[in-house]
């Protein structure tokens, strides 16, 4: 869709004077990144935007470090993308704007950039998203890691629609969206060398179509939305828990964790359950709209492994219980430390 070699010359790499904020910062500004993102708020090259919104406004900031950039399933682009208007789901907004910033570091590759900058391109114009402002800034050799990329999403919250932790019910069923634990594996993949029978891919992606699709079946019988990213299910699972004061019992043999990750978490020492994710999200809802929801996720591409993996309960307030496929029980914890660090 967009042709290389990159549109600027003389230079194959960044250098301090592109952060400068003179004339090489200008032909970065005006031959790669206007050309690529062009619309009626940036062809203003003013310092912000003026927005045209209507009803209740979701608003959330992300930065994105992910080491290495480039990785099975994608870039830091694609995540920097998905992240942001995936946030702005799990607050039942559609994604309307998203910001864009760069902190590049001297030496990074012009080529890389250009990558990065496409596939921003390519997800913004999938998720229905403009990029209506940013910044670009460099930093010395060894100052950086490559590139960071801070995002500020803008989006519109349904009509009637109200997720919170604050409406979380004992009875409610607690549904994953999908298998878990992809993101963070196929990161480590690189990191450490691993090969799979089966390539394993990140699973980053656009949530927003699965949260629109159960919303029109659930409406208000859909109580909290939440992707897991950092700290993977467990940690959310956790954060709901105490934010709600109720107790969450979920059933292991429900957990869907393909056999690659399961593998790789064994040789790593990991647990499924802290690997952090890019496309999976936990919903809680009413029981009676449970059957409705996991239907209407399974249907929408992405969502084809969604399950009911669990239920909110009255009893062990604040903490989460997991049901083993040995019959017995045990405590799932917080995650304490940091389990992959530079994961997205």
């Given at each position: 869709?967009?042709?290389?070699?990159?549109?600027?010359?003389?230079?194959?790499?960044?250098?301090?004077?592109?952060?400068?904020?003179?004339?090489?910062?200008?032909?970065?500004?005006?031959?790669?990144?206007?050309?690529?993102?062009?619309?009626?708020?940036?062809?203003?090259?003013?310092?912000?935007?003026?927005?045209?919104?209507?009803?209740?406004?979701?608003?959330?900031?992300?930065?994105?470090?992910?080491?290495?950039?480039f990785f099975p399933g994608g870039n830091i682009g694609d995540l920097a993308v998905n992240g942001t208007v995936?946030?702005?789901?799990?607050?039942?907004?559609?994604?309307?704007?998203?910001?864009?910033s760069l902190i590049i570091e001297e030496g990074f590759l012009l080529k890389d950039l250009w990558e990065i900058l496409t596939?921003?391109?390519?997800?913004?114009?999938?998720?229905?998203?403009?990029?209506?402002?940013?910044?670009?800034?460099?930093?010395?050799?060894?100052?950086?890691?490559?590139?960071?990329?801070?995002?500020?999403?803008?989006?519109?919250?349904?009509?009637?629609?109200?997720?919170s932790p604050s409406n979380v019910k004992v009875g409610d069923k607690v549904i994953l969206s999908g298998h878990i634990g992809e993101h963070g594996i196929a990161i480590m993949s690189v990191r450490e060398g691993l090969e799979f029978e089966t390539p394993l891919k990140s699973d980053t992606m656009n949530l927003w179509p699965l949260v629109e699709a159960i919303l029109?079946?659930?409406?208000?019988?859909i109580h909290m939305l939440r992707d897991a990213t950092r700290g993977g299910v467990a940690t959310v699972l956790n954060e709901v828990a105490r934010s709600a004061g109720v107790g969450i019992v979920i059933e292991e043999?429900?957990?869907?964790?393909r056999e690659e990750v399961r593998g790789a978490c064994e040789i790593l020492g990991l647990d499924p359950l802290y690997v952090a994710n890019e496309g999976r999200?936990?919903?809680?809802v009413s029981p009676d709209v449970a059957d409705d929801v996991l239907n209407a996720l399974r249907r929408v591409p992405g969502g084809e492994g969604a399950e009911v993996i669990g239920e909110v309960v009255e009893e062990h307030s604040g903490t989460v219980v997991m049901r083993t496929w040995m019959g017995g029980t045990r405590v799932v914890d917080m995650l304490s430390g940091e389990q992959l660090p530079r994961i997205c």
């Open positions: 869709m967009f042709e290389c070699p990159v549109p600027i010359g003389e230079y194959d790499r960044v250098t301090l004077a592109h952060g400068g904020g003179g004339r090489m910062t200008h032909r970065l500004i005006s031959k790669i990144i206007a050309p690529l993102f062009d619309n009626e708020y940036l062809r203003q090259l003013h310092d912000g935007a003026i927005l045209k919104l209507e009803g209740r406004v979701a608003v959330s900031t992300d930065s994105f470090v992910v080491s290495p950039v995936n946030d702005l789901a799990m607050c039942g907004a559609r994604p309307r704007f998203i910001t864009l596939t921003v391109k390519v997800r913004a114009d999938e998720a229905g998203v403009e990029v209506v402002s940013g910044d670009v800034k460099v930093v010395e050799k060894g100052k950086g890691d490559g590139i960071f990329i801070n995002t500020t999403g803008i989006g519109e919250v349904l009509e009637g629609v109200d997720v029109k079946v659930g409406g208000p019988a043999e429900r957990i869907p964790v999200f936990l919903s809680f």
